[in-house]
């Protein structure tokens, strides 16, 4: 079945740091592709998200490249600040299901 | 547009007593919802599909007669979890696909029992 696997946590890292956040799935057909985010107390909020192959999502300075022959959509930033720290999600959708990966928890200090 | 409003976003209640959750859709219609549960360190697991005006469907393993799910009306959908017990402590979140839009969260329910 479809399946998403995410590069465990916790990640600390220091403001204007690189973030990477690996992420892979496991699906038939053609799924769309997601990352989520969701802060401290609240919901889950769509970041960017690509629906077919060498889409890059971007927002936010966040960017994601959907890699059909790698099977990946590994999110990045430049320069990370302390506002985006958060848990963050990817995810897939086949159909009218997500399935999400396990989320990776962000720190980013001063 | 297309934001859904979930109530309560926290709650600690005893063991053996019912608590309700509730997602309403405040600028579109809700079709179909889906209701999500989140445990400590782990990733959102879908528990259910509701239907305006029908069943829900359940995930296996998910009990249908411990998680009721009323989608009774196209913009509440509400869940109820009956003879609440401490493992079933959790975030508790749902999603609603909207046309033209993609799907929209609600902001949580942290359920605590006691």
């Known amino acids: 079945g479809d399946s998403v696997t995410q590069m465990e946590g916790p990640v600390t890292l220091s403001e204007e740091a690189f973030l990477t956040i690996n992420c892979t799935y496991t699906?038939?057909?053609?799924?769309?592709l997601f990352w989520y985010v969701q802060y401290p107390g609240e919901g889950l909020q769509l970041l960017l998200k690509?629906?077919?192959?060498?889409d890059k999502g971007s927002n936010k300075g966040f960017e994601a490249t959907y890699r059909k022959e790698t099977t990946s959509f590994h999110l990045e930033k430049g320069s990370v600040q302390v506002s985006d720290s958060a848990v963050y999600f990817c995810?897939?959708?086949?159909?009218?299901?997500?399935?999400f990966g396990t989320g990776t928890s962000l720190t980013v200090i001063p | 547009g297309a934001v859904v409003s979930q109530h309560p976003s926290w709650v600690i209640c005893k063991s053996g007593t019912s608590v309700k959750i509730e997602c309403r859709s405040l600028?579109?219609?809700?079709?179909?919802m889906f209701w999500y549960r989140q445990f400590p360190k782990q990733s959102l697991m879908l528990m259910a599909t509701?239907?305006?005006?029908?069943?829900?469907?359940?995930e296996q393993g998910v009990e249908k007669d411990k998680f009721l799910i009323n989608h009774a009306s196209l913009t509440l959908s509400t869940l109820t979890v009956t003879s609440a017990h401490p493992e079933d402590s959790s975030f508790y979140i749902c999603?609603?696909?909207?046309?033209?839009?993609?799907?929209?969260f609600g902001s949580g329910t942290r359920l605590t029992v006691v």
């Open positions: 690509a629906t077919k192959a060498d």
């Open positions: 999603s609603a696909a909207v046309t033209g839009y993609g799907y929209t």
């Open positions: 509701s239907n305006e005006g029908s069943k829900a469907t359940y």
């Open positions: 995810a897939l959708r086949g159909g009218n299901q997500f399935y």
């Open positions: 699906a038939t057909g053609y799924p769309s």
């Open positions: 600028d579109f219609q809700a079709t179909t």
